[in-house]
């Protein structure tokens, strides 16, 4: 046992080395990606008037519908995908604080109390004997070379990286939301339009079969009128099979039971926001993925530290103090205290490579890393520009449209009003009036879809400025 002289002098040294101690590995710099000054596909387009609310975390407000609203903050609260992807970040983040707690001695307090008694010939002398020994210990084994460290930087980029995890999460369920939510107003729009195209077709046949009645139609225009119908009345029919599946889908992704939610059919009256790109460059701290991604990296360089500890030597402080006597009155008196302190080392001599090989893991895991950040930096560019070629091209394709089916819906009332026209070219002018009108519908549609899907590849109004720091 050291002496009280030589311990006085190895704890202050010990200290020292502690404090002075150094982190082993690199450290982290945020990898470098390749980022084009503009958009190709923004080119020449800037939309006007743009939705400042698109730049917000209440993006949907830009489409104008208070039911959308309603229930995308349902999303937020009740969806139960969110809510274990919230307790898994917590799991995270708790982590954080257990491998910060290494960086601090262990104290225990311990106490014992013996009775020891024998016959008059035993070493007691027929009576009996008492101890009592409180103790207290404690023992560190101090950070020299960063491992704890590195272990604790892993597992804040890891709870960064969970908690990115989760804001990816509610945007998605939020943009699934609100592209289900969009097919439903456009089966209920489109349910209207067949509606009335029933009621038009009826009429058809009804003067058909009047015409037929008095010898100046044919019985197959009676055919074609009924077949026409009854086609129509079919696809009315299987309508009202589809919104409810849509209907069901909404309410589980806001967290209800289908049973519990009834949403009444609406008028076709979504409004259509002009989305704000920006720059590039701001891209990268938008997108929650791209975040998470980057953390992810951030924690597997701070694993190449922590294997690299392991080539040094393991330090471990440890002491002890206490008092000890038979008598409790007397217990605490300094005669019978007692102490004492050490320090012991340990290191690794030979391990047939074990930490080369840990190192060289940890080394190509960060470069899986790295190399999944660029991929999602990559991806992220390729699913604005999509999305502003796909804004592009349907806002041409829907002008165009809206006129062929104004032409289309014209060319009926004509054909309808002039009672010299033919039987068949009445029937295409419908059919091709309701084809017309069905198609303009799916590019408004996929106008509005487009949109959601643009807000989301631009982050949804995120930054990555609200990443927890601890």
Not at 301 to 321: D, H, K, R
Request: aromatic residues 6%; contains cysteine.
């Amino acid at each position: 046992m050291p002496t009280a002289k030589s311990s006085a002098r190895l704890v202050p040294l010990l200290l020292c080395a502690c404090l002075g101690g150094c982190l082993v590995g690199p450290n982290y710099k945020r990898p470098s990606v390749v980022t084009p000054p503009v958009y190709k596909e923004a080119e020449g387009w800037t939309p006007a008037n743009p939705s400042d609310a698109a730049d917000r975390q209440d993006w949907w407000t830009v489409f104008g519908d208070p039911v959308l609203n309603d229930l995308e903050v349902r999303v937020q609260v009740s969806n139960q995908t969110l809510v274990a992807d919230e307790a898994a970040y917590r799991v995270a983040h708790a982590l954080v604080a257990q491998n910060r707690a290494a960086l601090f001695p262990t104290a225990t307090l311990n106490g014992s109390a013996t009775a020891m008694g024998g016959g008059a010939n035993s070493s007691t002398g027929g009576s009996t004997v008492a101890n009592f020994s409180p103790t207290v210990g404690a023992t560190w084994a101090p950070d020299i070379w960063g491992a704890v460290r590195r272990t604790i930087e892993n597992a804040k980029d890891n709870a960064q990286a969970s908690y990115a995890t989760l804001v990816n999460a509610r945007l998605s369920a939020q943009v699934t939301l609100a592209i289900d939510y969009i097919s439903l107003r456009q089966l209920d729009e489109e349910k209207r339009i067949y509606d009335a195209t029933v009621q038009a077709y009826a009429r058809t046949l009804a003067i058909t079969q009047n015409k037929y009645k008095v010898g100046v139609a044919a019985q197959s225009d009676v055919l074609t009128a009924q077949t026409q119908l009854e086609s129509a009345q079919a696809t009315d029919t299987d309508l009202g099979q589809q919104r409810p599946r849509l209907e069901h889908a909404i309410a589980v992704l806001a967290g209800e039971p289908p049973a519990a939610m009834t949403l009444a059919p609406e008028p076709w009256n979504l409004k259509l926001p002009q989305i704000p790109a920006a720059v590039p460059s701001v891209l990268l701290q938008r997108r929650p993925d791209v975040a998470g991604a980057e953390r992810t990296a951030a924690g597997a360089n701070a694993l190449i530290g922590q294997q690299l500890a392991a080539y040094y030597p393991n330090i471990t402080l440890s002491g002890e103090g206490g008092f000890s006597a038979s008598n409790l009155g007397s217990l605490f008196n300094v005669s019978n205290s007692f102490w004492s302190v050490g320090a012991s080392a340990a290191e690794t001599v030979f391990d047939a490579g074990a930490r080369r090989a840990k190192v060289q893991g940890a080394r190509a895991n960060y470069d899986e890393a790295v190399a999944n950040y660029r991929q999602s930096v990559l991806t992220a560019f390729a699913q604005v520009e999509d999305n502003l070629a796909a804004q592009q091209v349907y806002a041409v394709e829907e002008a165009q449209d809206a006129k062929a089916a104004a032409d289309a819906l014209k060319n009926v009332t004509i054909t309808l009003n002039e009672g010299t026209v033919d039987f068949t070219t009445v029937a295409t002018a419908q059919t091709t009036a309701l084809s017309a009108e069905n198609t303009l519908l799916g590019v408004q549609s996929s106008r509005l879809a487009t949109a959601v899907n643009l807000i989301e590849a631009l982050g949804g109004g995120w930054n990555a400025s609200l990443l927890p720091k601890d």
